[in-house]
């Protein structure tokens, strides 16, 4: 016997099959004819067409779920982008008006004095929920508010600065 595998997976209850699934072809000559024949059936033709849209629901479940963890890695890196960008302004505040960063703990739940940096960053969370969600309860082990992220920001912004001034000098000489 012959069998496609779309045909015996979605096709009719056995006891309403009355195509090449029961059949039994002796010769090569008629084996031939007959999956012709089979082809063009309304049979054949629905249960391809049952197989080619399971595939197509399957793959799309795939991508939809690979989506999902995409639009999740965007929407991570988004809002680490906005906590960076609101602790790096805070760190530019205090190094434009001369204030020191730290205190006497790096901790914002003390009594005692936890420095401008964090003061600071803690009166942002007013306006800034993204910050504030961040400061209660930060993603993983990352906080960004470390004295080494800190010192980093400071020579990245500070290399940044000296080479905006050293491009507007040439901009003037050119001139």
């Known amino acids: 016997m012959v069998f496609s595998a779309q045909l015996v997976l979605f096709s009719v209850p056995m006891h309403q099959k009355k195509h090449l699934c029961h059949q039994t072809i002796s010769k090569v000559e008629q084996k031939s004819e007959k999956v012709k024949e089979h082809e063009h059936s309304t049979h054949h033709r629905k249960a391809m067409e049952q197989a080619y849209n399971l595939k197509r629901a399957v793959e799309h479940l795939l991508t939809a779920i690979s989506a999902q963890i995409d639009s999740s890695k965007a929407v991570n890196i988004e809002r680490n982008c906005e906590v960076l960008k ?65 010192n ?12 905006k001034g050293i491009l507007n000098c040439c901009n003037l000489l050119l001139y």
């Open 152 to 163: 980093e920001l400071i020579e990245v912004m500070g290399k940044h600065i000296i080479l």
């Open 86 to 150: 609101s602790i790096a302004r805070a760190v530019l505040f205090c190094g434009r008006q001369c204030i020191a960063l730290r205190g006497d703990v790096e901790n914002l739940d003390t009594p005692e004095n936890p420095g401008n940096f964090l003061v600071l960053l803690k009166l942002l969370t007013v306006h800034n929920t993204v910050l504030k969600s961040h400061l209660e309860t930060p993603t993983c082990c990352v906080t960004y508010l470390s004295p080494q992220t800190q």
